[in-house]
């Protein structure tokens, strides 16, 4: 198995409160087919090795589809490789002696929690207002896996992408239409809170695991406008 040397530059910080900096670590047996969580395993165990304190980061299946983990490697949400998950990102495009960042997914609504690890209940709280049973039914039929790419790929910190996946799937699961109406403004009024606006320029969508289109960014302004102008019914006059 071919194999090279990689310097690693991770993100260490010991918890929320304390401040935190990159420390750089000399990996001689990378190869190709490891993947970027493979990476940070490989270096735990030379810390561990040394009884030095292991980098913490969310794990999770390892199959790309339960959404946990997440890095931002080289400045780019998950990895380098286009629309797939952290655990799925492998190695295959460095070199011998090359440099690699890596550090937490970075958005103000996903705070650290300690080294590699955020905190993603923001994304748990917008879809709470839709009835969370319901919200994962709709995201989970759309394929999105609530990893928080998008939201850490926007400059503005949006969340559009997930919300417009959430708005997209959710009329059909709705009894009536004052009920997707209720649903729709208090999703939205929780992504408004949450996260910041979207920046019109689709890094969302390169990211993204599921591959979600950009095309589901629209069901966010539908469904604004659905609640702002409401159709009015009138009454049909008598002899027509």
């Not at 030379?46 to 400045?75: N, S």
Request: aromatic share 4%; hydrophobic share 35%.
């Amino acid at each position: 198995m071919t194999t090279f040397a990689l310097t690693v530059d991770v993100w260490r910080q010991p918890s929320p409160d304390e401040p935190g900096d990159f420390v750089a670590y000399d990996v001689p047996d990378a190869s190709p087919e490891m993947t970027v969580l493979e990476l940070i395993d490989r270096i735990n165990e030379q810390l561990a090795a040394t009884g030095a304190d292991p980098i913490a980061y969310d794990d999770g299946c390892r199959e790309g589809v339960c959404g946990k983990c997440g890095v931002t490697v080289d400045g780019v949400a998950h990895g380098p490789e286009r629309n797939a998950a952290s655990c799925m990102q492998h190695l295959g495009a460095y070199r011998d002696g090359d440099r690699v960042r890596i550090e937490p997914l970075r958005a103000a609504s996903f705070p650290v929690k300690q080294d590699l690890s955020v905190d993603k209940k923001a994304l748990r709280r917008v879809a709470k207002e839709a009835k969370f049973p319901v919200a994962m039914k709709a995201l989970n039929t759309a394929g999105c896996i609530s990893c928080g790419a998008c939201v850490a790929s926007c400059p503005n910190g949006s969340g559009q992408l997930f919300v417009g996946t959430l708005l997209k799937e959710l009329p059909p699961l709705a009894r009536d239409d004052d009920e997707r109406r209720e649903r729709s403004a208090k999703v939205l009024a929780a992504s408004e809170d949450e996260f910041g606006p979207c920046s019109l320029l689709g890094d969302c969508v390169e990211v993204c695991p599921a591959g979600l289109p950009v095309e589901n960014l629209s069901a966010v302004a539908r469904e604004n406008l659905r609640n702002r102008f409401p159709r009015r019914t009138q009454d049909t006059p008598t002899g027509r």
